[in-house]
């Protein structure tokens, strides 16, 4: 039986940050209820004229220099003609012919090695609608919500140089993430704006001809993606070592099954029957518009993590980890520009927000604790109003709870006590309480200092400002 | 001059979603045949010093800005739909497979 390993091209689909559709101006606020986003452009109906969105065009131009392609100077759009009931135009505005970038590269940081891995080609599009089945046995109809359709979606086409599951996901990682970075997309995987089609053919370990590819659509995560990989692999193999062809297809993956399946229609002879659309006219990217995009790029993430050991002394090892993912990066920053503790708000977020996020499994952005609480958080230890130890509890509340720390803190009286009266006086009942302490301090022994805090610190259930107890009792025991 | 077969006019009126029958197959082989060679007879030019153009007319870089404007209302966006369930547009049942985009 022979071994084999595959050989996997990723077709990535995010839809871009604009405030508008790509050829209308119809807002594409997720969660809006359906079919109110729309309008006569987008509904396709007749005797309209789509006009670019010139931000899309920017985004698509951005995108295509940080994936280190080159830019085609005269791009056009072609229509791809198919009949599907979420396509009102019955064809989808795209680019064939002229793609906006070409031959780009991305390196991955795969397990400390770089791997590089060939884009083909980035192009500029139009999302199609959303199809909802009943769920009605047997019900004989499809209901169609169009708010989607128009919405401006960059295909990021890779060449087949991605050999396993681990650079699959650095891959899927590193695309996201740069996505994030130069500000083209949310990439919100749960709302269907970031999605991956996998190619995927197997070959003999040692040998370099390439096998049929099968494509696999419908992945939504990147889980699903990997469990795609392996489980193709798995029945390709199979299949070859049982002497059977592979058919190129597209296939499904269903997540019921853990499984990918052929499609049942053969709308998969497709034939597009490009052609280039005569109500859009070419869009000409000089080499100064070209060059202003690239001067003008956002913050890339090495350049960040740079800037974050310098400017907020941060740990190479703590830039490292709060750039590693854009949203995180700018929570960080957002909590500094609050509060100007940046190495305490570092500490914090390396330890319980990356916690918190991990077990949540959500991004920084959707943490309940804004940064802002983060940085109350910190405000309030760095002032004296409470301690370390009842900062973590604040904290864990306001996450579990989503309420405002200092509201926390004013509710359930958890303000430290820096009165010395009230304070003198859990020191006094703790002095008396416990003899064999006092006479170990008063012995020399200091260590037993902290012991008889903690004490008082009980006593006023943590809310004792420390410094001050430490204070008081070497006062007293002194004198 | 390319002769069309009546299977490439199949092909055509099954993606473009057309039911024809047998005698307008061999009508439309005939016609779009015809068509397609008067058409044909653009080859004869020498384009090779031209470029490939996609318009008759040269207009560039014709852009909107990023502004939303008002959409169509529920009501009217559904108003022309042969048929409609709550705020969607109700078509006959589809393979859930398919879609391009
Ligand atoms: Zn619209």
Redesign the pocket.
């Known amino acids: 039986m022979a071994t084999y390993e595959p050989v996997i091209g990723f077709e990535v689909h995010t839809e871009l940050s604009t405030a508008t559709?790509i050829f209308?101006?119809?807002d594409i606020t997720y969660g809006a209820p359906p079919n109110t986003q729309?309008?006569p452009?987008?509904l396709g109906m007749p005797g309209v004229l789509p006009v670019l969105n010139r931000q899309a065009i920017e985004y698509t131009i951005r995108t295509a220099i940080a994936l280190n392609c080159e830019i085609t100077e005269r791009t056009v759009f072609d229509r791809k003609n198919y009949y599907y009931p979420d396509l009102p135009k019955n064809y989808q505005i795209s680019q064939n012919y002229a793609s906006l970038g070409l031959n780009g590269y991305v390196d991955l940081d795969v397990n400390g090695t770089t791997k590089r891995v060939r884009i083909n080609n980035v192009h500029l599009e139009e999302d199609a609608g959303k199809l909802i089945h009943p769920d009605i046995p047997g019900a004989d109809y499809s209901l169609v919500d169009l708010n989607r359709a128009?919405t401006a979606l960059i295909e990021i086409v890779s060449e087949p140089d991605i050999d396993n599951a681990d650079e699959a996901l650095a891959y899927m990682q590193t695309l996201k993430n740069l996505l994030e970075y130069i500000e083209v997309s949310d990439c919100k995987m749960q709302e269907g704006r970031l999605r991956f089609e996998v190619n995927i053919s197997v070959r003999e370990v040692g040998t370099k001809t390439l096998g049929t590819k099968v494509e696999i659509k419908n992945l939504n995560s990147m889980k699903t993606a990997l469990k795609c990989i392996e489980y193709e692999t798995r029945r390709q193999s199979d299949a070859l070592n049982r002497g059977e062809k592979i058919i190129q297809e597209t296939r499904l993956w269903d997540e019921a099954v853990g499984a990918t399946r052929a499609m049942r229609s053969k709308e998969d002879a497709h034939d597009y029957r490009y052609f280039p659309d005569p109500d859009l006219v070419e869009v000409h990217i000089t080499p100064e518009w070209r060059e202003e995009v690239r001067a003008h790029l956002p913050e890339l993430q090495d350049a960040k993590r740079r800037r974050f050991v310098e400017e907020y002394g941060l740990p190479e090892y703590d830039a490292r980890v709060l750039t590693s993912a854009k949203k995180t990066a700018t929570y960080y920053e957002h909590a500094v520009a609050a509060h100007k503790n940046p190495k305490s708000l570092s500490n914090w977020m390396m330890t319980e927000v990356l916690r918190e996020l991990n077990a949540r499994d959500v991004e920084a952005d959707e943490f309940p604790l804004k940064s802002e609480g983060l940085a109350s958080i910190v405000r309030m230890i760095d002032e004296g109003k409470i301690s370390g130890k009842i900062a973590k509890d604040v904290f864990a509340k306001a996450v579990e709870t989503g309420r405002a720390p200092e509201e926390i803190v004013q509710s359930e009286g958890l303000l430290q006590v820096s009165d010395t009266g009230e304070i003198e006086k859990f020191v006094d009942e703790a002095i008396a309480e416990n003899p064999d302490m006092v006479a170990k301090i008063q012995g020399g022994n200091a260590k037993t200092i902290q012991a008889l805090v903690g004490q008082v610190m009980k006593k006023s259930r943590g809310k004792a400002n420390p410094a001050l107890v430490n204070e008081l009792i070497n006062r007293k025991l002194q004198s | 001059m390319a002769e069309l077969s009546e299977e490439q006019v199949r092909d055509v009126a099954m993606l473009s979603r057309l039911e024809l029958t047998d005698d307008e197959i061999r009508h439309y082989t005939k016609d779009l045949g015809s068509i397609l060679g008067y058409v044909e007879q653009l080859n004869e030019l020498d384009t090779s010093s031209v470029l490939p153009t996609s318009h008759s007319f040269h207009v560039e870089n014709v852009f909107r800005e990023d502004i939303v404007r008002p959409?169509l209302s529920n009501e009217e966006a559904l108003a022309n739909a042969p048929d409609h369930e709550d705020e969607c547009f109700k078509v006959p049942a589809v393979l859930q497979d398919g879609g391009g985009a």
Do not use: Q
Request: net charge positive; charged share 10%.
């Open positions: 559709k209308c101006g119809c729309v309008c452009i987008c128009g | 959409s």
